[in-house]
């Protein structure tokens, strides 16, 4: 790129700074809408043009906040979903309860936006340095309970993947040609399971049908999870516990 090129460049940002700044339009703003779109139309029919619209600008202002890409807008979407859950808790204190802490509070402010769910773990730029803050909470507890080096890496990899992928699956969204007929058909086939190839899945059909990560067509907004999220916490808490107990 030659410097016409780059003074060329420059100017068309700064023109992009500039009109934004004219609409009094702010990344907060640009970021509140995109999750106001995603949790009322799906992230599936998430768009940028669509987005640009509801604001009243062009797409190049709101690429503009996004620092060009969708990815980057992704990414700030779930550092402002997850920019609070750490507030206010004690990490000096009770390294169980400070782990306890977080994963309710992540859980419950990703329930307020179902939708925005699968950014949350499977978008490589939605897990950066945005999120800098809750990490060093998690390490800080893991430390007072005693990990540190490979350890404390395993030991995080464990609990976050474990928070991060129960809310993901349990948010999983429905296929987008979900209907009425789609979900009969699905219940269906379920109670069709031969008791005699599959004996432990036909018996537990009157607890699991519906309930489970895979025989299910509602997901966690529609049916609880609360106890089988609680069982996985104390789960993994607890071996952790127990593991540093043996080292």
Same mark, same amino acid.
């Given at each position: 790129?030659?410097?016409?090129?780059?003074?060329?460049?420059? /100017?068309?940002?700064?023109?992009?700074?500039? $009109?934004?700044?004219?609409?009094?339009?702010?990344?907060?703003?640009?970021?509140?809408?995109? !999750?106001? +779109?995603?949790?009322?139309?799906?992230?599936?029919?998430?768009?940028? $043009?669509?987005?640009?619209?509801?604001?009243?600008?062009?797409?190049?202002?709101? *690429?503009?906040? #996004?620092?060009?890409?969708?990815?980057?807008?992704?990414?700030?979407?779930?550092?402002?979903?997850? @920019?609070?859950?750490?507030?206010?808790?004690?990490?000096?204190?009770?390294?169980? /309860?400070?782990?306890?802490?977080?994963?309710?509070? *992540? $859980?419950?402010?990703?329930?307020?936006?179902?939708?925005?769910?699968?950014?949350?773990?499977?978008?490589?730029?939605?897990?950066?340095?945005?999120?800098?803050?809750?990490?060093?909470?998690?390490? #800080?507890?893991?430390?007072?309970?005693?990990?540190?080096?490979? %350890? %404390?890496?395993?030991?995080?990899?464990?609990?976050?993947?474990?928070?991060?992928?129960?809310?993901?699956?349990?948010?999983?969204?429905?296929?987008?040609? +979900?209907?009425?007929?789609?979900?009969?058909?699905? @219940?269906?086939?379920?109670?069709?399971? &031969?008791?005699?190839?599959?004996?432990?899945?036909?018996? #537990?059909?009157?607890?699991?049908?519906? $309930? !489970?990560?895979?025989?299910?067509?509602?997901?966690?907004?529609?049916?609880? *999870? &609360?106890?089988?999220?609680?069982?996985?916490?104390?789960?993994?808490?607890?071996?952790?516990?127990?593991?540093? %107990?043996?080292?």
């Amino acid at each position: 790129m030659n410097k016409k090129e780059i003074v060329k460049k420059s /100017e068309k940002k700064q023109s992009l700074k500039g $009109r934004a700044a004219q609409v009094g339009l702010s990344k907060a703003q640009v970021v509140a809408a995109a !999750i106001a +779109q995603i949790d009322e139309r799906g992230l599936a029919k998430f768009s940028i $043009r669509e987005l640009a619209r509801t604001l009243g600008v062009s797409t190049a202002v709101v *690429y503009w906040h #996004a620092n060009g890409k969708k990815a980057d807008l992704f990414a700030e979407i779930s550092a402002s979903i997850t @920019s609070t859950f750490d507030q206010d808790v004690d990490e000096l204190g009770d390294w169980k /309860e400070t782990i306890r802490s977080i994963f309710r509070r *992540y $859980r419950t402010l990703v329930l307020q936006h179902p939708n925005v769910a699968p950014l949350l773990g499977g978008e490589m730029k939605s897990n950066g340095v945005a999120n800098i803050r809750w990490v060093e909470v998690v390490l #800080a507890a893991l430390a007072n309970a005693g990990f540190k080096g490979e %350890q %404390q890496k395993d030991a995080f990899n464990a609990l976050i993947g474990g928070l991060a992928g129960f809310v993901t699956m349990e948010l999983a969204p429905a296929p987008t040609e +979900q209907t009425q007929d789609w979900k009969d058909s699905f @219940s269906q086939r379920i109670t069709e399971i &031969d008791a005699e190839q599959f004996p432990h899945t036909h018996g #537990a059909l009157p607890v699991v049908t519906n $309930r !489970i990560f895979v025989l299910r067509w509602q997901n966690g907004s529609d049916v609880s *999870y &609360d106890a089988s999220f609680e069982f996985l916490m104390n789960s993994l808490i607890e071996g952790l516990a127990l593991s540093i %107990q043996e080292n």
